[in-house]
């Protein structure tokens, strides 16, 4: 007899969505295990209650990242219920029709088009749009500013990159929305409205959904070939629970490391650590993605800042000249960015908070690794985003940076601010000039993805099938953003959790 059905590690985006589905099934006994702690829908800390700045500090899990070569800065990534849902930045953006029938051809018709957008719907309680295209009855609020709520900022970049030819769309969530228009966020009353606010509610007091906070899953364990529970400490001892079916959503950057603690990944990879090789899968860890990103920096003029959080309120997707894929860039707005955690930069530009116009390439083709230091779970992984290890990603962004100095230095732009930091806007047509700037500035926006990808083939670098069923080991599956074969045109959010909506249909 088992002590659970399912045994779900990581309680964030993904692994809440699914708790709250599978348990809606009185029958099925659900444990959720959550490293960080479960405060029960109390927003007990500022940062988490104030929507556009990250909670960087207190909820990260010491990961450093490499995004280019010698350089290591700390990737936060939430440790709580919510996971990253409780510390992101609430823009609740889907992806577009392509990405996910680019997922369907990997990993088989589950992913399409018409499942996933029956889940995006599910998922949300859209307060502006309804129709077909979207839910008006699911857990996440979402809401868009109106366009007499844009701050002066905000509308002089509107007009800037409509007079680029991108014109304005009402709704970014609409399938295949292109062009600018403003951000979707969930949020409410100034709160961004995590997994833990909206889902966690609806299943906490369920006789059949149990809740462990403070407690860290350091293994899977196998036996005949089969997952039959997870291994944590517990007031320093050694302690294990049972499940019929072990369920890991503990994020792209955890479930990976997990899995090769349990022997489960590349063989040599494993062997180097000193871990025995239960089933090669040489996926695992590979495939990580970010969007990458650069932004050109304004000193803004005096009073132009906002003085509440409408600090990032309208984002733009448009096409790169590459002809690679639609929509495969992205330009957004930063009034105001506080520079109190880049010191480096406060010192270079002498002022305590800057604007940027923000450029990335939103469907990147460089891959990086996720890769464990050692076997003890107290060390933390090493994650190298390898990014614009691709050569087109550096043309692209080369492009969009491009773009972005046109947009700062257009005549609806030039009035709101000092100066430009960093950058001379001459070099606009120099390539060493640019991609120096980039090599220097680029980073992710921490949408870790990718590193149990979905597939067909593990032989070709597949982790789980289109069930999310981990290749060569029964009862065993990944749900959360590591499963995505190509990360999504759109931050990832609300696709992560569309996936633990999906993942609830697929396993019942
Ligand atoms: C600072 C920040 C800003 C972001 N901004 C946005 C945004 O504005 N919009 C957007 O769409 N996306 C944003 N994202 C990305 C988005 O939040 C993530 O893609 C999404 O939350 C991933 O969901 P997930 O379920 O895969 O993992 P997570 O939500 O990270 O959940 C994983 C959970 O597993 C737990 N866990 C990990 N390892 C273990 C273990 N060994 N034992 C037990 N528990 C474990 C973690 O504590 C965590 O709670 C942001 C992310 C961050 C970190």
């Known amino acids: 007899m088992v002590d659970y059905d399912d045994v779900i590690v990581g309680g964030g985006s993904a692994g809440i969505a699914l708790a709250t589905r599978l348990t809606e099934n009185s029958s099925r006994r659900v444990l959720l295990i959550e490293a960080g702690p479960d405060p029960h829908g109390v927003v007990d800390d500022d940062r988490l209650g104030d929507q556009m700045r990250f909670s960087s500090t207190l909820t990260h899990w010491g990961i450093d990242a490499t995004f280019m070569p010698g350089s290591a800065l700390n990737y936060p990534q939430g440790r709580r219920t919510g996971g990253g ?44 749009f309804g129709g077909d295209s979207h839910g008006t009855s699911g857990p996440v609020p979402i809401v868009r500013w109106r366009r007499d709520e844009l701050l002066p900022m ?27 228009g403003a951000i979707p966020m969930n949020r409410q009353n100034g709160l961004r409205m995590s997994t833990a606010l909206t889902y966690l509610p609806l299943a906490r007091d369920r006789e059949n959904l149990t809740i462990w906070p403070g407690i860290e899953v350091t293994r899977v364990i196998l036996a005949q070939g089969r997952a039959t529970g997870v291994e944590f400490v517990r007031d320093g ?23 090769m603690r349990s022997g489960i990944g590349p063989s040599g990879h494993l062997a180097e650590m000193g871990i025995e090789c239960r089933v090669a899968l040489s996926g695992v860890g590979e495939n990580l993605m970010d969007h990458q990103g650069t932004a050109v920096f304004l000193v803004p003029r005096e009073g132009l800042a906002p003085t509440d959080d409408r600090v990032c309120q309208l984002g733009a997707r448009y096409s790169s000249s590459s002809g690679l ?3 495969d860039m992205w330009l957004s707005m930063w009034s105001s960015w506080e520079l109190a955690e880049f010191p480096d930069m406060q010192a270079a530009l002498g002022v305590p908070a800057i604007s940027a116009v923000i450029a990335g390439v939103h469907d990147p083709l460089s891959r990086g690794t996720v890769r464990l230091r050692s076997s003890d779970p107290s060390v933390r992984p090493a994650v190298d985003f390898a990014m614009l290890s691709h ?27 000092r100066g430009i930091g960093l950058l001379d806007v001459a070099s606009i047509n120099d390539r060493d000039v640019l991609e120096a700037y980039i090599k220097s500035t680029v980073g992710g926006w921490y949408h870790a993805t990718g590193t149990c990808r979905m597939g067909s083939d593990p032989d070709a670098g597949a982790v789980v099938d289109g069930h999310l069923r981990v290749f060569g080991v029964d009862g ?5 953003a590591s499963v995505m074969p190509t990360v999504v045109r759109a931050p990832t959010n609300m696709t992560s959790i569309a996936i633990g909506e999906r993942a609830a249909e697929l396993l019942g």
């Open 325 to 327: 894929a639609v929509d």
């Open 237 to 259: 001892q050694v302690e294990r629970v049972q499940g019929a079916r072990i369920i890991l959503s503990a994020g792209a950057l955890q479930s990976p490391s997990l899995l």
């Open 154 to 180: 905000q509308q002089a970049f509107l007009a800037a990159v409509n007079a680029k030819g991108i014109p304005w769309m009402d709704d970014m969530n609409a399938p295949d929305a292109s062009g600018i």
């Open 391 to 417: 050569p087109d990603d550096m043309s692209r962004l080369v492009e969009g940076l491009q773009v972005a100095m046109e947009l700062a230095s257009s005549s609806e732009m030039a009035s709101l601010y």
């Open 476 to 480: 065993l599956h990944v749900v959360d």
């Open 85 to 128: 849902s409780a510390v992101n930045g609430a823009f609740a953006v889907r992806g577009i029709r392509d990405d996910y029938d680019r997922w369907a051809a990997a990993a088989g018709d589950e992913w399409s088009w018409p499942h996933m957008l029956r889940v995006l719907c599910r998922l949300e309680s859209d307060q502006d």
